[in-house]
């Protein structure tokens, strides 16, 4: 289990080199650069190339790349182009918001979402259920920045009941863009939670449980629940990522001044460090969170668990005595 | 077997309907049947028959909103079991009379250790405060009683084979050791081998905590060697019922089906090129035929068979519901 544990730890290594590159070479190929947008479309040329050269960007793309992974390894990801300040600050300042506001949509996702999910799923077909599911398609449809969009115009420029942007209101400030983030994701995992139960409620195993007596708590929660939860897990790691992509739109509309609003910006400036950094950051988070859940399966799943354990000695001793009666 | 009058199970004109995209499923069409203290009664018939539709009703486990009772009772130990509150059935529910699946391979939870698995219906049950420590000896004991090292209860069902998960299935349902135990083909998704030795184990389990048993299977040797009576069961009903000897004596007088599936069995003595398998299918549920459901199919039906109801003709213990067992006598009904 450990060995496996280390395992997925070191493969975030490769991928993230993988990653990097393809972000630099995007941007490479996009046209335009650097020293353009400083200086403006009136700028001339040779002051252009002058810049680029004082950035270090006309140098080769693999170059490039290298020099950047060199000085990343010893911790120093470079200043930005225009603030001129080093990015790795301003990103420590920045990712806390930026976590907090995924971690509170995924928390309002799983509390509303599942719950009701396995409500919809034991009480299939009710008033309930058809409410829920219809409803719930029409929430999971909705863009989040749209939603975002409508409910700063009724509750914070109509009923001025919550500030329309900026982080300094204490935990007002968090409402909106949790809910806006949230709602399309709670919706979706409504419904998944919905279908992973109406699948493992109708297996062989749970009808065995009501065959022992066992209260109806027991049957849902403890046997139907515990094997959905494979589903669920895998669901909200994909989840992560699209909440983290949702998190950068959401920062833009609320002005919250995390990852995404930087990341954002960085990319209309084509500021290179300072893109490469949320990059970074995101990548890195999003990859543990992967890890994390992997890790989590084995838990969950006891077979999944053994697959990882080199087999020991004393279990097959054991079948071998019980070959003779069975 | 054990002769006294006291009857565990009586089934009567139990009728059973399933609903779906507005049409109608008979599967059980007005059965009675009895299980007295101790006694094995096997229940054969076809897929489809009717047969798990019955087992579910007796621990009132059909699904609640496709399933529809329409008539009858079930009378455990003299209780309606149709007729009980739900709190009151979890606890007759793996205690009083429990249900052995047909499949073990997914009959057993995967993410929890069979002890645990086994430990949960005791504790359900149990009357008295047990330690955990007790709990464990006693799902040990279990185990032993079904073959399987007590120290194996640490293990999940995806460490054991077939046969073992199937073993577990009957520790589960002999754990609280029920007066009732329905066997629902218990040995059908189990090889050779293995189907002889489960059966041997649930012999030799059925005189230890002295239970009562309704075997169903589609298996005419588990039958004659497991039960004292058989009941045949076509499209719903109970075409007819006996004891073992009624049923299994070539010199008894059969209804058609019984004939047709003993036809359909390797005969060791008379020396056959064919086997005689019975013609066409079972009707479909939704549109059952009038008058005797086998009629269809039937190599000797007549004109009268297509009508009306069919009486049971009575002989003894044996009971057959066919038009052409004229020598033996009618039950007024």
């Known amino acids: 289990m450990l060995k496996y544990v280390i395992k997925r730890i070191l493969m975030i290594i490769p991928t993230m080199f993988i990653v990097t590159f393809i972000v630099f070479w995007l941007i490479n190929i996009t046209p335009a650069d650097p020293g353009r947008i400083i200086l403006g479309a009136e700028a001339s040329q040779d002051l252009v190339d002058q810049v680029n050269h004082d950035l270090g960007y006309d140098l080769p793309l693999v170059q490039r790349y290298f020099k950047w992974v060199g000085d990343a390894l010893h911790g120093d990801l470079g200043n930005s182009y225009y603030t001129k300040r080093p990015v790795y600050d301003e990103m420590m300042a920045r990712f806390p918001y930026t976590v907090k506001l995924t971690f509170l949509s995924l928390g309002m996702a799983i509390l509303i979402g599942l719950p009701l999910g396995v409500l919809c799923a034991v009480k299939q077909y009710s008033i309930a259920d058809n409410i829920l599911s219809t409803l719930s398609m029409f929430l999971a449809a909705m863009p989040a920045f749209w939603l975002g969009l409508l409910l700063l115009l009724q509750f914070s420029l109509r009923l001025g009941w919550f500030p329309s942007s900026g982080i300094t209101l204490g935990w007002r400030s968090w409402v909106l863009p949790t809910f806006s983030l949230a709602v399309g994701y709670t919706a979706s995992y409504l419904r998944y939670t919905r279908s992973a139960m109406l699948d493992t409620i109708r297996q062989d195993y749970v009808r065995t449980v009501r065959s022992k007596g066992c209260p109806e708590s027991t049957v849902i929660w403890k046997h139907a629940f515990r094997n959905s939860m494979m589903t669920l897990v895998t669901i909200t790691g994909m989840s992560l990522a699209g909440l983290l992509g949702g998190a950068f739109v959401i920062e833009s509309v609320f002005s919250i001044p995390g990852l995404g609003l930087m990341g954002v910006t960085a990319i209309k400036r084509k500021d290179l460090p300072q893109i490469m950094a949320s990059l970074v950051m995101l990548g890195t988070f999003f990859l543990v969170m992967m890890v994390v859940i992997d890790i989590l399966y084995a838990f969950i799943d006891p077979r999944i668990k053994s697959k990882y354990e080199t087999p020991k000695k004393k279990v097959s001793e054991k079948n071998k005595d019980v070959e003779g009666s069975i | ?333």
Request: hydrophobic share 35%.
């Open chain 2, 1 to 333: 077997m054990e002769k006294t009058s006291e009857n565990i199970l009586e089934i009567k004109n139990l009728h059973i309907e399933y609903h779906s995209d507005g049409e109608i499923v008979r599967a059980v069409n007005g059965i009675d049947l009895n299980i007295r203290k101790g006694e094995s009664l096997g229940l054969v018939g076809e897929t489809g028959a009717g047969k798990s539709t019955t087992a579910l009703a007796i621990l009132n486990m059909l699904p609640k909103y496709t399933a529809e009772i329409s008539q009858g009772e079930i009378l455990l130990k003299g209780e309606n079991v149709l007729k009980m509150k739900e709190k009151d059935l979890r606890k007759v529910r793996g205690s009083k009379a429990s249900i052995i699946f047909q499949d073990p391979m997914t009959s057993l939870n995967p993410v929890y250790k069979v002890g645990y698995q086994i430990e949960e219906v005791l504790r359900q049950h149990s009357t008295k405060k047990m330690s955990n420590e007790e709990y464990r000896d006693e799902v040990g004991r279990i185990l032993e009683m079904v073959g399987i090292p007590g120290s194996r209860q640490d293990e999940y069902p995806h460490q054991f084979s077939g046969g073992m998960k199937q073993r577990v299935m009957i520790a589960i349902a002999i754990a609280c050791r029920p007066e009732l135990l329905i066997a629902d083909e218990p040995t059908t998704a189990l090889d050779v081998t293995i189907q002889a030795q489960v059966l041997d184990m649930m012999r030799e389990l059925k005189k230890e905590i002295n239970s009562s048993v309704l075997l169903i299977t589609h298996d005419l040797g588990v039958v004659a060697s497991f039960c004292d009576s058989v009941a045949i069961m076509y499209a719903g009903e109970i075409v007819e019922y006996g004891t073992l000897e009624d049923i299994f004596d070539p010199e008894h007088k059969h209804h058609p089906y019984t004939d047709g599936l003993f036809g359909s069995i390797p005969n060791l003595i008379v020396k056959t090129d064919r086997l005689n398998p019975i013609n066409g299918l079972m009707p479909d549920p939704t549109d059952l035929p009038k008058g005797c459901k086998f009629h269809p199919r039937c190599p000797v039906s007549t004109e009268a068979c297509r009508n009306g109801d069919i009486p049971v003709a009575v002989d003894g213990t044996h009971k057959i519901k066919c038009i052409l067992m004229k020598n033996m006598r009618k039950r007024n009904e």
